[in-house]
């Protein structure tokens, strides 16, 4: 059988394999590079904060629904953070990054912001598909946090919460492992958007463990950020999306391809 010519154009180059405990490495090295320029970071996340209040005020009754919003917000954060990931690579050139050049990532970037459609569209299924898991199966409505607890994590009977959980991971594990790698290497380097796909799912094969750390402390530290009355994620989002750039220049030999201006 012929292969598609995007697989052939990601065998071009290289994925690296590094030790399972690296991810603390980019995290070290995105915590850099946001000390290094901390006004876009902190802008981003200021954008995040204030979307996820705004989502919170309109749905704050119906958090059957709020639930799968926020659990989707980690669907669609890779793309969001294509600026943070302009930042480090001009820090990483020696230049002096201002808000303009992560700005200047989305324009005329049309890759890009079709990979970004196509994560929203995958969030947007994973909200009505939450939605209305809890809505059918819940003991009782679920209308706020307290109401969550209860009746979800608590529940007595059923497994309401491990369904809920089980299909957020299948949802969210091909989705990471498509976009992890892919919005980088994109905004980085003249290739295709589906190679680019494909050049992200060899690195997580290759690296299967520590990607699962990766993915991990991404939950892990997103969902801080969102705790701490989504103040934290003035400080995660940009943290993490510099982290991000670093683990796609560590597990991805890119010299063959052409360098984006």
């Known amino acids: 059988m012929r292969e598609s010519p995007a697989l052939i154009e990601s065998r071009r180059f290289?994925?690296?394999?590094?030790?399972?405990?690296?991810?603390?490495?980019?995290?070290?090295?995105?915590?850099?590079?946001?000390?290094?320029c901390p006004v876009p970071g902190l802008l981003h996340g200021a954008a995040l904060a204030a979307f996820g209040a705004a989502l919170f005020w309109i749905a704050r009754d119906r958090f059957w629904g709020l639930a799968g919003a926020f659990s989707g917000f980690l669907l669609v954060s890779p793309v969001l953070a294509t600026g943070l990931y302009a930042i480090s690579r001009s820090l990483g050139r020696g230049e002096s990054p201002t808000l303009a050049t992560a700005l200047r990532a989305?324009?005329?970037?049309?890759?890009?912001?079709?990979?970004?459609?196509?994560?929203?569209?995958?969030?947007?299924?994973?909200?009505?598909?939450?939605?209305?898991?809890?809505?059918?199966?819940?003991?009782?409505?679920?209308?706020?946090?307290?109401?969550?607890?209860?009746?979800?994590?608590?529940?007595?009977?059923?497994?309401?919460?491990?369904?809920?959980?089980?299909?957020?991971?299948?949802?969210?594990?091909?989705?990471?492992?498509?976009?992890?790698?892919?919005?980088?290497?994109?905004?980085?380097?003249?290739i295709s958007v589906l190679a680019a796909v494909f050049t992200s799912w060899r690195v997580v094969m290759d690296n299967p463990v520590p990607m699962a750390v990766w993915a991990a402390l991404i939950m892990l530290l997103t969902l801080a950020g969102m705790a701490t009355l989504l103040l934290g994620l003035l400080v995660v989002v940009p943290w993490l999306g510099h982290a991000s750039w670093h683990a796609y220049r560590d597990l991805v030999e890119v010299h063959a391809l052409a360098e984006r201006p």
């Open 14 to 36: 290289g994925a690296r394999t590094v030790p399972t405990l690296r991810p603390l490495g980019w995290l070290a090295a995105g915590w850099r590079d946001f000390m290094r």
């Open 106 to 190: 989305w324009w005329p970037e049309r890759r890009l912001v079709s990979f970004g459609l196509l994560l929203a569209l995958a969030g947007t299924g994973w909200v009505l598909t939450s939605a209305a898991l809890i809505t059918r199966f819940a003991g009782a409505p679920v209308n706020n946090p307290a109401d969550f607890v209860r009746v979800v994590l608590l529940a007595e009977q059923g497994h309401l919460f491990e369904i809920w959980m089980a299909l957020g991971g299948v949802l969210a594990a091909p989705v990471f492992a498509s976009s992890v790698i892919a919005i980088p290497l994109l905004l980085d380097r003249e």
